[in-house]
């Protein structure tokens, strides 16, 4: 009896606040207060580069995308969702509308990146580049002892050319693809839950390592661990498609993930250690973390207990739980149960990974309150809302800047930030680029501290389950014209902002930009 009443006073206080709270209007967009007269710059050693991951810029190489992709094309299954950004489970938007040379070609990368490396200097000011290693293009067969010449040759040229244009290299070792042969069944399981997905991986890793790891000091082992399971194993929106009707039952793919992450983690610092010793130089300084999907999370209603506490819940479980385990050792799931203590995985972060991507709302369905539903805009409030739907919501950047620093006091990279624009004056990227670095800035003056920013993405590019069809390029390309690609207008804008920081008459300049009309 005595609960109940407790029950009902929790209750009723918890509607008092939040019709208290949903009194007032919705957090403005941005943080007030550094629109000023002052400019905002960014220390020299800053790095500001581009974003990118291989399965979307370099030819197909036979991971378990290429697979996907190929099955989409042989099965027509290639329908957009109900939505804009919300995609059709085991379908690939509009795949088949770009030719075959496109779909295998991706962004002629393989062919262009020294071209695409010296227009991001030149144009974007940048002095880094992020990239990833493409396991399957190292190891396309399971055979494999040693990784594949031509694949190694690939990545030295890659390499030099960023040398020779003076931009540091960010590398990624899993950036949601892997070998295909990798997802064949063993003892009943697939993938990162096969008995030998950790002797795979180490395989991988030690060769990475051995030819390039002299080369790279930045390393990122794992590329938003938490969407992949989700579109994955939950979803079924990416490869491997399934639909698992619980979240703890993704428990013991992101608990091979972490090992993963944990190996390769001690593997890069061993391997710095060693090259010392055998050289007789100092130990090379390494900055190994993973990076994570970050979002906004907010009630759909700011009255409904509920929904602020599912927007908690989800908060946790996608953002934090994972960073924390890196700190503790011990992977534990909010709300699902799911805890396991991970050898190795203690203290695994040298720096914190946030990629940033806005605003979404959590409504809870009584009828169904275990499965929250996600809104990626409020079309009566978000006025700035990208082509896949997105809300862009700059101060949720830093807030979000400001917790990791408050949970870790460790460095912060922010790996992805960009948003789906492709109208040719994108004065959503533009306002995106202007108020996120400005967000950035604030932080830093509130003593966070921030060491690079890598804009998603350098060129439009093979966006997973949107095909081709979003558009989060700083350069635009043209599919239908041999991959041309031409500079948007936020492209020189960035370069503006990574030489001269913000000055005052850009940030003023932001009151001009208006939205556009939503379709
Ligand atoms: C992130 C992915 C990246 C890209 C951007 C738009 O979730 O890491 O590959 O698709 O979204």
Redesign the pocket.
């Known amino acids: 009896m005595k609960k109940l009443a407790l029950a009902v006073v929790v209750l009723v206080l918890s509607v008092a606040v939040g019709l208290f709270v949903a009194g007032k209007p919705r957090q403005q967009a941005w943080t007030s207060g550094w629109a000023s007269d002052q400019a905002l710059t960014f220390p020299k050693d800053f790095y500001f580069g581009t974003?990118t991951?291989a399965q979307?810029i370099e030819s197909q190489s036979p991971s378990d995308w290429t697979a996907f992709e190929l099955d989409v094309i042989a099965n027509k299954r290639t329908e957009h969702g109900s939505a804009p950004g919300v995609a059709k489970p085991g379908h690939i938007a509009a795949l088949d509308q770009f030719s075959q040379a496109v779909r295998t070609r991706k962004t002629d990368y393989d062919q262009r990146y020294a071209e695409d490396f010296q227009a991001a200097r030149e144009v974007l000011g940048n002095n880094a580049y992020r990239f990833s290693f493409e396991w399957s293009r190292l190891f396309p067969r399971a055979d494999m002892t040693r990784p594949d010449p031509a694949a190694i040759a690939f990545y030295q040229g890659v390499l030099d050319s960023l040398k020779a244009q003076g931009l540091t290299p960010f590398a990624t070792l899993f950036?949601?693809s892997s070998p295909a042969w990798l997802w064949t069944e063993q003892d009943g399981q697939r993938g990162w839950e096969r008995a030998d997905a950790q002797q795979q991986w180490q395989r991988y890793v030690d060769a990475v390592l051995e030819h390039f790891g002299g080369q790279i000091q930045h390393w990122t082992t794992l590329?938003?661990p938490m969407?992949f399971l989700n579109a994955g194993y939950l979803d079924g929106v990416f490869p491997p498609l399934e639909t698992r009707a619980d979240p703890a039952a993704t428990g013991p793919a992101l608990a091979a993930m972490a090992r993963a992450h944990a190996y390769a983690y001690h593997a890069i610092k061993q391997h710095a250690q060693a090259q010392a010793t055998s050289s007789g130089q100092p130990v090379q300084e390494t900055w190994v973390g993973i990076?994570q999907?970050t979002r906004a999370f907010e009630p759909w209603r700011n009255w409904h207990p509920l929904e602020r506490f599912a927007a908690r819940q989800i908060d946790e479980i996608f953002i934090w739980d994972l960073l924390d385990a890196l700190e503790s050792g011990e992977l534990t799931l909010t709300g699902t149960g799911f805890s396991e203590q991970i050898e190795g995985l203690a203290s695994t972060q040298d720096y914190v990974g946030i990629?940033y991507?806005g605003r979404f709302y959590v409504e809870v369905d009584m009828a169904n309150p275990a499965k929250p539903i996600i809104h990626s805009h409020d079309p009566a409030t978000d006025q700035w809302v990208n082509d896949l739907g997105w809300a862009l919501y700059p101060k949720g950047f830093g807030d979000v800047l400001q917790t990791a620093y408050e949970r870790y006091n460790k460095p912060i990279y922010v790996l992805?930030n960009?948003t789906?624009d492709q109208a040719d004056n994108d004065v959503r990227r533009q306002y995106l680029l202007v108020t996120h670095l400005a967000e950035m800035a604030h932080a830093m003056q509130q003593g966070v501290p921030l060491k690079g920013y890598f804009h998603?993405?350098l060129t439009d590019n093979f966006?997973?389950a949107e095909g081709f069809t979003?558009r989060?390029g700083l350069f635009a390309l043209d599919y239908a014209n041999d991959f041309k690609r031409t500079a948007r207008p936020s492209a020189s804008l960035y370069g503006r902002i990574a030489r001269e920081g913000l000055q005052p008459a850009l940030l003023q300049s932001l009151n001009d930009l208006q939205p556009p009309r939503q379709p």
């Open positions: 974003a991951a979307q950036h949601f590329n938003e969407v990076t999907h990629n991507y992805e960009g789906a998603w993405s966006e997973w979003a989060f």
